[in-house]
């Protein structure tokens, strides 16, 4: 599994031009599940993703997590994330988890977000979405569940 984290302000998703999902300061989380993923990386990113220590504390140092500031997060699936780019000029997706092993692995990483009592907001798993935020920082960071 992959998560591209990034720090925010706000963020928000709108589907077919209703808006369906809102959050304010906290994390967007695009995340990526590829073939061989398994509910430990799904357990071991909700783990990194809820204690990464990015937000400011007093002294203006990146020290704090998520949990710690009572903040929100939104998880919005993105396969293109798995996407190899070194052949050609068309990406590949074969690494991407099908359906039917993605969003299991999706549910399982945001129920697990949510044992931590922590406020989660979803895109819709496979939709065109527009995703809108206003990043913070900007604080953007890839974690891996594999490396």
């Known amino acids: 599994m992959i998560a591209v984290i990034q720090r925010v302000k706000a963020c928000s998703v709108t589907i077919d031009g209703t ?4 959050i304010g300061k906290g994390l967007l989380v695009l ?14 990113l909700a783990d990194k993703t809820a204690n990464l220590r990015i937000f400011e504390d007093d002294a203006a140092k ?11 997060i939104m998880v919005v699936s993105q396969f293109t994330l798995l996407g190899d780019c070194r052949k050609g000029r ?15 692995l999706y549910e399982h990483f945001i129920e697990a977000l949510r044992k931590r009592n922590l406020h989660v907001e979803t895109g819709r798993f ?14 953007t960071l890839i974690v891996d569940s594999h490396r």
């Open 19 to 22: 808006e369906t999902a809102r």
């Open 31 to 44: 995340l990526g599940v590829s073939q061989g993923d398994s509910p430990k990386d799904a357990a071991y």
């Open 62 to 72: 990146m020290n704090r997590s998520v949990l710690e500031i009572a903040g929100d």
């Open 90 to 104: 068309r990406p590949s997706f074969v690494e991407a988890a099908r359906p039917e092993l993605a969003i299991p």
């Open 126 to 139: 496979g939709a065109m979405m527009d995703v809108a935020l206003v990043n913070d920082g900007p604080v």
